[in-house]
T-cell receptor, first 113, second 113 residues
Framework: SQTIHQWPATLVQPVGSPLSLECTVE??????LYWYRQAAGRGLQLLFY??????ISSEVPQNLSASRPQDRQFILSSKKLLLSDSGFYLC????????????FGSGTQLSVL | QKEVEQNSGPLSVPEGAIASLNCTYS??????FFWYRQYSGKSPELIMS????GDKEDGRFTAQLNKASQYVSLLIRDSQPSDSATYLC?????????????FGKGTHLIIQP
């Protein structure tokens, strides 16, 4: 069966510090991968998605970037965090076909102080 | 712009009653519809998917879709305190694309013992 791992679970970072969140999927090949952010009162916002190694699409211009160095690995990064980057970050995967359901990792609660 | 609208609640329902959650969407070309349950501090968990007009039942859950009215609903029969959570409606608004789902902000459901 497929599983998705995301870490760390919580993170407290000062403004201006870098960020790296990692997500890996097991039990499937060539998944579509996604990074969402959930901020209070704003719902789930799609940040990046990837249909293959090295292929990244950005939905919202921002202080963040994403990379997919391996088929089942997705990384969210920032060079300098802003206060507004605080939120609950969720990695998700779906099968490589349209209209398919998303399965989420356990999430990272990021607080930028 | 793709939009998914839900009443934020809280919706309070007595234990054993039927909870009815509603969702409307703006993109008439949407083809796939999902309901997720999210407990406080946890990631969303898929509970129902529906792709064609009508009702789809799974245990105590029934999803209803009316594409002409651009309306999706979720019924929870015999509501239990463990059903207390935020329910997110999600739509794949581009019909076959890999660009993820658009989520509503969620309805906070409280089941009163």
């Amino acid at each position: 069966s497929q599983t998705i791992h995301q870490w760390p679970a919580t993170l407290v970072q000062p403004v201006g510090s870098p960020l790296s969140l990692e997500c890996t999927v097991e039990g499937t090949s060539n998944p579509n991968l996604y990074w969402y952010r959930q901020a209070a009162g704003r719902g789930l916002q799609l940040l990046f998605y990837s249909v293959g190694i090295g292929q990244i699409s950005s939905e919202v211009p921002q202080n963040l970037s994403a990379s997919r160095p391996q088929d089942r690995q997705f990384i969210l990064s920032s060079k300098k965090l802003l206060l507004s980057d605080s939120g609950f970050y969720l990695c998700a995967w779906s099968v490589a076909a349209g209209n398919e359901k998303l399965f989420f990792g356990s999430g990272t609660q990021l607080s930028v102080l | 712009q793709k939009e998914v609208e839900q009443n934020s609640g809280p919706l309070s329902v007595p234990e054993g009653a039927i909870a009815s959650l509603n969702c409307t969407y703006s993109d008439r070309g949407s083809q796939s519809f999902f309901w997720y349950r999210q407990y406080s501090g946890k990631s969303p968990e898929l509970i129902m998917s529906i792709y064609s007009n009508g009702d789809k039942e799974d245990g105590r859950f029934t999803a209803q879709l009316n594409k002409a009215s651009q309306y999706v609903s979720l019924l929870i029969r015999d509501s239990q305190p463990s059903d207390s959570a935020t329910y997110l409606c999600a739509v794949n608004a581009r019909g076959g694309g890999a660009d993820g789902l658009t989520f509503g902000k969620g309805t906070h459901l409280i089941i009163q013992p």
